[in-house]
Protein backbone atom coordinates (compact mmCIF):
# COMPACT_ATOMS: atom_id res chain seq x y z
CA UNK A 1 0.00 0.00 0.00
CA UNK A 2 2.49 2.45 0.95
CA UNK A 3 4.27 1.87 -2.48
CA UNK A 4 1.22 2.44 -4.25
CA UNK A 5 0.81 5.99 -2.42
CA UNK A 6 4.60 6.23 -3.04
CA UNK A 7 3.76 5.65 -6.88
CA UNK A 8 1.07 7.95 -7.18
CA UNK A 9 3.12 10.92 -4.95
CA UNK A 10 5.98 10.62 -7.59
CA UNK A 11 3.65 10.18 -10.86
CA UNK A 12 1.44 14.03 -9.35
CA UNK A 13 4.84 15.46 -8.38
CA UNK A 14 6.39 14.78 -12.31
CA UNK A 15 2.67 16.07 -13.93
CA UNK A 16 2.87 18.92 -11.74
CA UNK A 17 7.11 19.63 -13.08
CA UNK A 18 5.47 19.21 -16.37
CA UNK A 19 3.19 21.92 -16.45
CA UNK A 20 5.33 24.22 -14.59
CA UNK A 21 7.85 24.15 -17.18
CA UNK A 22 5.32 23.69 -20.48
CA UNK A 23 5.58 21.01 -23.01
CA UNK A 24 8.86 19.00 -23.42
CA UNK A 25 9.18 20.87 -26.93
CA UNK A 26 12.08 22.71 -27.14
CA UNK A 27 11.96 25.78 -29.36
CA UNK A 28 13.39 26.25 -32.66
CA UNK A 29 15.46 28.69 -34.26
CA UNK A 30 13.74 30.27 -37.11
CA UNK A 31 14.55 33.02 -39.70
CA UNK A 32 13.57 36.84 -38.38
CA UNK A 33 11.92 37.46 -41.85
CA UNK A 34 10.06 36.15 -44.69
CA UNK A 35 11.87 35.57 -48.33
CA UNK A 36 9.36 38.47 -49.14
CA UNK A 37 9.88 40.13 -46.30
CA UNK A 38 14.00 40.08 -46.56
CA UNK A 39 13.51 41.09 -49.92
CA UNK A 40 11.26 44.10 -48.94
CA UNK A 41 13.78 45.63 -45.96
CA UNK A 42 16.83 45.55 -48.71
CA UNK A 43 14.26 47.79 -51.32
CA UNK A 44 13.57 49.60 -48.38
CA UNK A 45 17.51 50.25 -47.53
CA UNK A 46 18.36 50.72 -51.26
CA UNK A 47 15.51 53.12 -51.84
CA UNK A 48 16.06 55.31 -48.85
CA UNK A 49 19.62 55.53 -47.92
CA UNK A 50 19.60 58.23 -45.42
CA UNK A 51 16.92 56.88 -43.67
CA UNK A 52 17.16 54.06 -40.83
CA UNK A 53 15.05 50.81 -41.11
CA UNK A 54 13.48 48.72 -38.68
CA UNK A 55 11.91 45.15 -38.94
CA UNK A 56 9.85 43.37 -37.16
CA UNK A 57 8.98 45.94 -34.36
CA UNK A 58 6.57 45.32 -31.83
CA UNK A 59 3.74 47.68 -31.17
CA UNK A 60 5.19 47.74 -27.56
CA UNK A 61 7.65 49.51 -28.71
CA UNK A 62 5.70 52.43 -30.75
CA UNK A 63 2.86 52.46 -28.46
CA UNK A 64 2.18 52.89 -24.75
CA UNK A 65 -1.10 52.64 -22.28
CA UNK A 66 -1.99 52.97 -18.95
CA UNK A 67 -4.49 50.48 -18.71
CA UNK A 68 -3.84 47.07 -19.40
CA UNK A 69 -7.26 46.23 -21.33
CA UNK A 70 -5.45 49.18 -23.56
CA UNK A 71 -1.95 47.34 -24.03
CA UNK A 72 -3.69 44.16 -24.48
CA UNK A 73 -4.97 45.54 -28.07
CA UNK A 74 -1.39 46.06 -29.04
CA UNK A 75 1.11 44.16 -26.66
CA UNK A 76 0.96 41.33 -29.16
CA UNK A 77 1.63 43.16 -32.34
CA UNK A 78 4.57 43.89 -34.92
CA UNK A 79 4.64 45.48 -37.72
CA UNK A 80 6.72 44.60 -40.50
CA UNK A 81 8.95 47.91 -40.64
CA UNK A 82 9.50 50.85 -39.51
CA UNK A 83 11.39 53.48 -41.30
CA UNK A 84 13.00 56.74 -39.23
CA UNK A 85 14.99 59.73 -40.08
CA UNK A 86 18.63 59.72 -38.51
CA UNK A 87 17.52 60.95 -35.25
CA UNK A 88 15.37 57.92 -34.84
CA UNK A 89 12.09 59.86 -35.62
CA UNK A 90 9.22 57.56 -37.25
CA UNK A 91 7.98 58.68 -40.26
CA UNK A 92 5.77 55.96 -40.92
CA UNK A 93 5.16 52.18 -40.68
CA UNK A 94 5.26 49.82 -43.61
CA UNK A 95 3.33 46.69 -43.61
CA UNK A 96 3.77 44.30 -46.58
CA UNK A 97 0.57 43.04 -47.44
CA UNK A 98 1.38 39.77 -48.91
CA UNK A 99 -0.71 36.25 -49.77
CA UNK A 100 -1.04 36.00 -45.84
CA UNK A 101 -2.90 39.18 -45.44
CA UNK A 102 -6.02 37.83 -47.37
CA UNK A 103 -9.47 37.64 -45.68
CA UNK A 104 -7.79 39.85 -42.88
CA UNK A 105 -8.68 42.91 -44.03
CA UNK A 106 -10.73 44.27 -40.96
CA UNK A 107 -7.89 43.39 -38.66
CA UNK A 108 -5.35 45.37 -41.18
CA UNK A 109 -7.95 48.22 -40.54
CA UNK A 110 -8.04 48.00 -37.15
CA UNK A 111 -4.11 48.07 -36.56
CA UNK A 112 -3.87 50.77 -38.66
CA UNK A 113 -6.67 52.95 -36.72
CA UNK A 114 -4.30 52.10 -34.14
CA UNK A 115 -1.42 52.68 -35.38
CA UNK A 116 -2.85 56.52 -37.06
CA UNK A 117 -5.00 57.77 -33.75
CA UNK A 118 -0.97 57.38 -31.82
CA UNK A 119 -0.08 59.96 -34.46
CA UNK A 120 1.81 57.51 -36.94
CA UNK A 121 1.87 57.41 -40.79
CA UNK A 122 1.01 53.53 -42.24
CA UNK A 123 1.55 52.38 -45.74
CA UNK A 124 0.74 49.47 -47.13
CA UNK A 125 1.69 47.79 -50.21
CA UNK A 126 0.50 44.75 -51.62
CA UNK A 127 3.34 43.35 -53.45
CA UNK A 128 6.93 45.06 -53.03
CA UNK A 129 7.17 48.17 -55.05
CA UNK A 130 9.85 49.42 -56.97
CA UNK A 131 12.28 51.48 -55.24
CA UNK A 132 11.28 54.61 -57.47
CA UNK A 133 7.61 53.98 -55.60
CA UNK A 134 8.94 54.37 -52.36
CA UNK A 135 10.80 56.93 -52.47
CA UNK A 136 8.11 59.22 -54.10
CA UNK A 137 6.09 58.22 -50.89
CA UNK A 138 8.87 59.68 -49.09
CA UNK A 139 9.53 62.76 -51.23
CA UNK A 140 9.20 65.37 -49.73
CA UNK A 141 10.14 63.78 -46.36
CA UNK A 142 7.01 62.92 -44.16
CA UNK A 143 7.30 65.13 -40.80
CA UNK A 144 8.33 63.25 -38.03
CA UNK A 145 5.59 63.19 -35.33
CA UNK A 146 6.34 66.26 -33.15
CA UNK A 147 6.53 65.63 -29.51
CA UNK A 148 3.45 67.68 -28.73
CA UNK A 149 1.05 65.36 -31.24
CA UNK A 150 2.80 62.85 -29.94
CA UNK A 151 2.27 63.75 -26.29
CA UNK A 152 -1.06 64.26 -27.29
CA UNK A 153 -1.71 60.53 -28.77
CA UNK A 154 -0.49 58.79 -26.10
CA UNK A 155 -2.65 60.50 -23.61
CA UNK A 156 -5.95 60.06 -25.46
CA UNK A 157 -4.55 56.11 -25.84
CA UNK A 158 -3.71 56.58 -21.68
CA UNK A 159 -0.26 56.82 -21.99
CA UNK A 160 2.38 57.47 -19.41
CA UNK A 161 4.12 60.05 -20.39
CA UNK A 162 1.65 61.71 -21.72
CA UNK A 163 2.08 64.64 -18.83
CA UNK A 164 5.70 64.99 -19.01
Same mark, same amino acid.
Given at each position: MFAV /? $? /?? +? %?VIAELAKKQVSGSAERPKR??? $?? @??EAAMYHRLIQALPDKVIFAQVSFGALLTARGRATRNRFDRKIADFVVC? @? #??? +?LAIIELDDSSHRGRE??? #?ARDKLLQDAGYRVL???RIPNGERVQADFTP %????VKS??? $? @?? $?YELGGQDAKQ
Open positions: /I $L /IG +V %ARWP $LT @KND @K #ALQ +VGND #ARYP %APEPTEK $L @KS $L
